[in-house]
């Protein structure tokens, strides 16, 4: 059973600064709505000298449940068991580890310098994070 609720990041800050310095030199930026970052639950921005990973201040139940689903469907359409497994631990979670996905997601494009095209590789290293924050 889910233990989803509203995330609200800024009471979180330490715990999403904390992962980012496990893996990466990066700024976390907090933005008003997703308006702010094109419509995403979340985004990084990198060059070689500056990072950053960008969310909004508030992601309601209804959005993560929604991203969660995606991770699923991705999987089963795709024949990936383990992006399944992924959302279905993401599922029966709360929120703070869905805000560790999340978070682990766009290290993988930064660490790994992965484009918006490799969506899928990038959870696919979430999903062998996860369990470590």
Not at 78 to 106: M, T, V, W
Request: glycine share 4%; aromatic share 6%; with cysteine.
């Amino acid at each position: 059973m889910s233990r989803l609720q509203n995330l609200y990041v800024e009471e979180q800050i330490d715990f999403a600064q904390d992962i980012i310095s496990s893996y990466i030199q990066a700024s976390l930026i907090i933005v008003n709505s997703r308006n702010d970052i094109g419509n995403r639950l979340a985004l990084s921005k990198w060059s070689e000298s500056n990072s950053h990973i960008l969310i909004p201040r508030s992601i309601s139940t209804n959005e993560q449940l929604s991203a969660i689903l995606q991770v699923i469907t991705t999987g089963k359409t795709n024949c990936i068991p383990k992006l399944s497994e992924l959302g279905q631990k993401l599922l029966g979670s709360d929120s703070r580890k869905f805000l560790a996905y999340l978070i682990l997601h766009e290290i993988a494009h930064i660490k790994n310098n992965w484009r918006q095209n490799k969506e899928i590789e990038c959870n696919l290293w979430a999903s062998e994070q996860i369990d470590i924050v």
